[in-house]
């Protein structure tokens, strides 16, 4: 997703699986979705080989910044760039589909997920075009 909250990829997983091995797939989807793509943000759940396999795979045409907390923070704070994540998961949780788990095949979330976004897209559109 980008920093409006809009999704560009998805790949929806059995839980079993880690998220440093699941987004080996959005990955893969990127380049055609985000040619102009220079820069991805992630959690420290993402450090170790995924930075040096990205600057790899792209050949040093993006790079991967690691967001990781202060050492010092007790509770709960904002992060750059993460609170953009929890808005748009957020948004995605007043979908009724996408509120729980119901879905039995993966490929089904994907396109309530893909679907979700359209509709906010198209609510921005009317929104501006309105004014």
């Given amino acids: 997703m980008d920093t409006l909250g809009l ?51 792209t050949g040093g045409d993006w790079t991967l910044e690691i967001v990781k907390k202060p050492e010092d923070q007790k509770g709960f704070a904002v992060l750059p760039k993460r609170w953009v994540v929890e808005r748009t998961f957020a948004w995605g949780g007043r979908y009724r589909r996408l509120s729980k788990d119901y879905e039995a095949r993966t490929e ?24």
């Fill in 108 to 131: 089904t979330s994907e396109a309530f997920i893909y679907w979700s976004s359209v509709h906010r897209m198209l609510q921005r559109l009317v929104k501006t075009t309105s004014s």
């Fill in 7 to 57: 999704i560009w990829a998805v790949s929806v997983s059995a839980a079993s699986v880690q998220d440093r091995d699941g987004i080996l797939p959005v990955l893969s989807q990127l380049p055609c979705a985000c040619p102009r793509l220079e820069k991805l943000f992630a959690d420290g759940a993402y450090a170790g080989f995924l930075v040096d396999y990205i600057s790899y795979v």
